[in-house]
């Protein structure tokens, strides 16, 4: 299983950014997907769950209204849409195969304010 990360930066508060995740190694149209970040101190937090079909999607109340989660099985990515965002939401965002241990390498989202 490979998970990679791309998209991260370094963004004003209010600015967007779009995290995209490629996935190999496993059957991608079979399984649901997240979106984690973490913050140096503190515990991963989900931020996004999409399922396999992209039927059934879930936000942390954080970021309900302006992040959205998609993807593409024929493609077999999962990208997350982050807009207004917040110096809070500043964070390493960790890409995940929903309920395993397969995670990306991180990429790392920077807002200033």
């Known amino acids: 299983v490979q998970l990679v990360e791309t998209g991260g930066g370094l963004v004003q508060s209010g600015g967007s950014l779009r995290l995209s995740c490629a996935a190999s190694?496993?059957?991608?149209?079979?399984?649901?997907m997240r979106w984690y970040r973490q913050t140096p101190g503190k515990e991963r937090e989900l931020v996004a769950h999409?399922?396999?079909?992209?039927?059934?999607?879930d936000y942390a109340d954080s970021v309900k209204g302006r992040f959205t989660v998609s993807r593409d099985n024929a493609k077999n990515t999962v990208a997350l849409q982050m807009n207004s965002l917040k110096p809070e939401d500043t964070a390493v965002y960790y890409c995940?195969?929903?309920?395993?241990?397969?995670w990306g390498q991180g990429t790392q989202v920077t807002v200033s304010s």
């Open positions: 995940n195969k929903a309920f395993t241990d397969y």
């Open positions: 999409i399922s396999s079909g992209g039927s059934t999607i």
């Open positions: 190694g496993f059957t991608f149209r079979r399984a649901a």
